[in-house]
């Protein structure tokens, strides 16, 4: 299956700091990206759509300014979580879908972000 | 009401136990349907997607009804791997914006 690729896996910053996550389509073309956070034990909770060429759609709730989203090319998105703090550390994890849209959704493999 | 619903779970079962899944989503518009599986602290993986015919992968059976909105999951013979976190996953919308939103996920704990 394709192949999406998210970096860094696991990352450790201080309160204040802002870390930025990408997320790669190896091997297509994706129009589409998702952005998810998941707490421990809960599920995915879709945080935004990022758009490439075109603002990102935040869902209700996701501070666009706090989570960044820049989604300049067909493989590439970013997530920047800026000025973070404890209560973001979280599992965020980014998914993208080929330009047909309505095939399954692959997965990067998950950035475990630590705020201390 | 969320949009994509799944039963609470968790589900403890023996080995060789049949285990069923439910889950229901709101939006009638919803136009493709998928079950997911998330081991602990990983990325959810594909596990199959789900066909209006109903459609089965081994001893995994998937079925969809668009009248009630709702979808199942099946597994025959449980294994010890397949202990994990099942995920109800709904692609809505059209070409001018579509989403994937997940269910909670229902926990499943296969013992020997």
């Known amino acids: 299956g394709a192949v999406v690729s998210q970096h860094p896996s696991w990352v450790i910053c201080k309160s204040g700091t802002s870390v930025k996550i990408e997320c790669r389509s190896l091997?297509?073309?994706?129009?589409?990206m998702f952005w998810y956070r998941q707490f421990p034990k809960q599920s995915l909770m879709l945080m935004a759509t990022s758009n490439e060429g075109s603002k990102a759609t935040y869902e209700q709730g996701v501070e666009k300014d706090k989570f960044l989203i820049n989604h300049a090319s067909l493989t590439l998105s970013t997530l920047t979580v800026t000025s973070a703090h404890p209560e973001d550390s979280s599992f965020y994890i980014c998914s993208a879908r080929d330009l047909r849209g309505f095939t399954e959704a692959f997965f990067g493999q998950g950035t475990r972000l630590t705020v201390v | 009401r969320k949009e994509v619903e799944q039963d609470p779970g968790p589900f403890n079962v023996p080995e060789g136990a049949t285990v069923a899944f439910n889950c229901t989503y709101s939006n009638s518009a919803s136009q493709s349907f998928f079950w997911y599986r998330q081991d602990c602290r990983k990325e959810p993986k594909l596990l199959m997607s789900?066909?209006?015919s109903g459609n089965e992968d081994g001893r995994f059976t998937a079925q969809l009804n668009r009248a009630s909105q709702y979808i199942s999951l099946l597994i025959r013979d449980s294994k010890l791997s397949d202990s994990a976190t099942y995920l109800c996953?709904?692609?809505?919308?059209?070409?001018?914006?579509?989403?994937?939103?997940f269910g909670a996920g229902t926990r499943l704990f296969v013992k020997a």
């Open positions: 996953v709904v692609n809505m919308g059209n070409t001018g914006g579509f989403k994937t939103i």
């Open positions: 091997d297509f073309q994706a129009t589409t």
């Open positions: 789900v066909y209006s």
